[in-house]
């Protein structure tokens, strides 16, 4: 069965579609005797892809659009460009659309992966209904779902980072006594952590775990992310299944993770994280 947690440490999920798109434009540039040749994706077809989205997430109550990027300047491949939001001034779901990308955003008051996954569904019809006639068939590169939780004293009850990451998620980092003899008496060793877990032959589990602030606050930051990379075909059924099966895999872990703090996240049953 799966669970929610009313006082979840989550700070955003992303969904993101990543794709190459055809025909780079090259640009020559003198660089002494040499002439060297820069690419970039852009020009009026990708104008064009835009304003189709952009009119299709109109339609669907996404009306505050956003440019990140200032007319005139060269962007890069997998750059946001256009963020679209709600017209309501505080829009709990975003999208965002660039050169060869597009994500769905949920933020605080996200409640749960059923409740987010229409928005995704919507945004990647929208997606695939504005490509261009040239890039229609083309596969996605990458599709990935990501989780960033930020743990707040409440939850961590005042441990460290590595004492959080050793004492409740169970994850020990044991540093040699000819190194930890030069640290400074009754000091203890503060660290990132970060590991890449193969779990299929074109999908992988990164988790970092590191100190810092989420809104001025102290926190422990744990940032997931599934990534899928062997090529999915432009299909709202193919795409879903992908992400579904992310979430199993993210929901599975932080369960489990976060067990010994489970009564200070306050779980309730039948709605999964």
Request: glycine residues 8%; aromatic residues 10%; contains cysteine.
């Given at each position: 069965?799966?669970?929610?947690?009313?006082?979840?440490?989550?700070?955003?999920?992303?969904?993101?579609?990543?794709?190459?798109?055809?025909?780079?434009?090259?640009?020559?540039?003198?660089?002494?005797?040499?002439?060297?040749?820069?690419?970039?994706f852009g020009?009026?077809?990708?104008?064009?892809?835009?304003?189709?989205?952009?009119?299709?997430?109109?339609?669907?109550?996404?009306?505050?659009?956003?440019?990140?990027?200032?007319?005139?300047?060269?962007?890069?491949?997998?750059?946001?460009?256009?963020?679209?939001?709600?017209?309501?001034?505080?829009?709990?779901?975003?999208?965002?659309?660039?050169?060869?990308l597009f994500?769905?955003?949920?933020?605080?008051?996200?409640?749960?992966?059923?409740?987010?996954?229409?928005?995704?569904?919507?945004?990647?019809?929208?997606?695939?209904?504005?490509?261009?006639?040239?890039?229609?068939?083309?596969?996605?590169?990458?599709?990935?779902?990501?989780?960033?939780?930020?743990?707040?004293?409440?939850?961590?009850?005042?441990?460290?980072?590595?004492?959080?990451?050793?004492?409740?998620?169970?994850?020990?980092?044991?540093?040699?006594?000819?190194?930890?003899?030069?640290?400074?008496?009754?000091?203890?060793?503060?660290?990132?952590?970060?590991?890449?877990?193969?779990?299929?032959?074109?999908?992988?589990?990164?988790?970092?775990?590191?100190?810092?602030?989420?809104?001025?606050?102290?926190?422990?930051?744990?940032?997931?992310?599934?990534s899928c990379?062997?090529?999915?075909?432009?299909?709202?059924?193919?795409?879903?299944?992908?992400?579904?099966?992310?979430?199993?895999?993210?929901?599975?872990?932080?369960?489990?993770?976060?067990?010994?703090?489970?009564?200070?996240?306050?779980?309730?049953?039948?709605?999964?994280?």
């Amino acid at each position: 069965m799966s669970v929610t947690f009313a006082n979840a440490p989550l700070v955003e999920i992303v969904t993101e579609l990543r794709w190459i798109p055809p025909q780079p434009v090259s640009i020559p540039a003198q660089s002494g005797a040499a002439t060297l040749q820069f690419s970039f994706f852009g020009g009026s077809r990708q104008d064009e892809f835009f304003m189709r989205l952009g009119g299709k997430l109109h339609q669907l109550g996404f009306q505050a659009v956003e440019r990140l990027v200032p007319p005139g300047f060269v962007t890069l491949l997998y750059q946001p460009i256009y963020r679209y939001k709600q017209a309501a001034e505080q829009s709990p779901v975003q999208y965002q659309a660039g050169t060869g990308l597009f994500s769905a955003h949920g933020i605080p008051p996200y409640h749960s992966w059923e409740e987010f996954v229409p928005f995704v569904k919507n945004g990647i019809v929208a997606l695939l209904e504005s490509r261009d006639s040239k890039e229609k068939e083309t596969q996605f590169a990458t599709i990935s779902l990501r989780y960033i939780d930020a743990f707040r004293r409440e939850l961590t009850q005042g441990r460290s980072g590595p004492a959080f990451m050793a004492d409740v998620l169970g994850i020990r980092v044991l540093l040699p006594d000819f190194l930890t003899k030069f640290g400074r008496s009754g000091s203890a060793p503060q660290y990132t952590l970060q590991f890449i877990l193969p779990i299929a032959d074109d999908t992988t589990l990164n988790i970092s775990l590191a100190e810092g602030q989420v809104h001025g606050a102290d926190a422990i930051v744990m940032d997931t992310t599934v990534s899928c990379t062997r090529g999915i075909f432009p299909q709202l059924a193919e795409v879903m299944k992908v992400l579904n099966s992310a979430h199993e895999v993210i929901h599975e872990m932080f369960v489990k993770l976060t067990e010994p703090i489970h009564g200070l996240m306050q779980p309730t049953e039948g709605v999964s994280k």
